[in-house]
């Protein structure tokens, strides 16, 4: 089921405070969070984050195209090896 | 044959079966189509009069997106998810369900036909 329209985007507040001032000083360094649940709104767009997988950290440039999603959607917390015996036939 | 929406001509049957023949068009749309311009839909689609089926196609360009032009805007919005680089755009690169299924089982219609993976036995099994 999908969040109530009546709340609005779920946005980190401490993020947002932090993006905001951001915004003032003409600072771009990377934000780092751990707030993947944080909806990407329009006042994120050409800001960079860091975002959290559970392990590091994921740089994150944000575009037009990403608002409306969620900041974990860019920050994978798998990562796929191959599976086993998958390896190149060699001399037997 | 009737032809409705560009270069689709939709077969013998009733008109509202024959125009699901449109890709983008289903049971739903279909009924909508023959609602809206007010035509029996038990008529054949080729007995349907060049007046009828020019009211069906007026109506489907108004009002839907379908074939190429529907194609083109489901391409692009997965081409959108690709460039963002986000968790769903990954699973279209990958081939893989992006909605959460599982992928232990089933999931052919993404991953394509089977291909059969070799059991590795054990050192001990071997000898």
């Known amino acids: 089921m999908s969040r109530s329209l009546k709340k609005g985007p779920y946005v980190d507040a401490k993020l947002m405070r932090k993006v905001l001032r951001q915004k003032a000083s003409s600072d771009s360094s990377p934000i780092k969070t751990w707030s993947r649940r944080c909806t ?49 036939k060699g001399p037997a | 044959m009737p032809r409705i929406a560009g270069i689709d001509i939709p077969n013998e049957k009733r008109a509202i079966v024959a125009l699901q023949y449109i890709h983008g068009i289903g049971p739903a ?26 009211r069906i196609a007026i109506e489907i360009e108004q ?33 893989l369900p992006a909605r959460g299924q599982r992928t232990k089982t089933n999931s052919r219609t993404r991953k394509g036909k089977a291909k059969t993976v070799a059991v590795k036995r054990s050192v001990k099994a071997m000898r």
């Not at chain 2, 189509?33 to 349907?48: K, Q, S």
């Not at chain 2, 074939?67 to 489901?74: F, N």
């Not at chain 2, 997965?78 to 460039?83: A, E, N, Y």
């Open chain 1, 40 to 88: 990407v709104v329009p006042e994120f767009v050409n800001h960079t984050f860091e975002v959290h997988n559970g392990k590091t950290f994921h740089k994150v440039f944000i575009v037009e195209d990403m608002v409306g999603h969620k900041l974990g959607e860019f920050s994978p917390t798998r990562v796929f090896r191959g599976h086993t015996g998958k390896k190149v």
């Open chain 2, 29 to 54: 749309i279909a009924k909508r189509i023959i609602e809206a311009t007010g035509i029996n839909p038990a008529t054949r689609a080729r007995d349907l009069t060049e007046d009828e089926t020019k």
């Open chain 2, 63 to 95: 009002k839907y997106t379908v074939e190429g032009a529907l194609r083109r805007l489901v391409t692009s919005n997965v081409q959108r998810l690709k460039d963002i680089g986000c968790y769903r755009g990954m699973r279209h690169r990958k081939g």
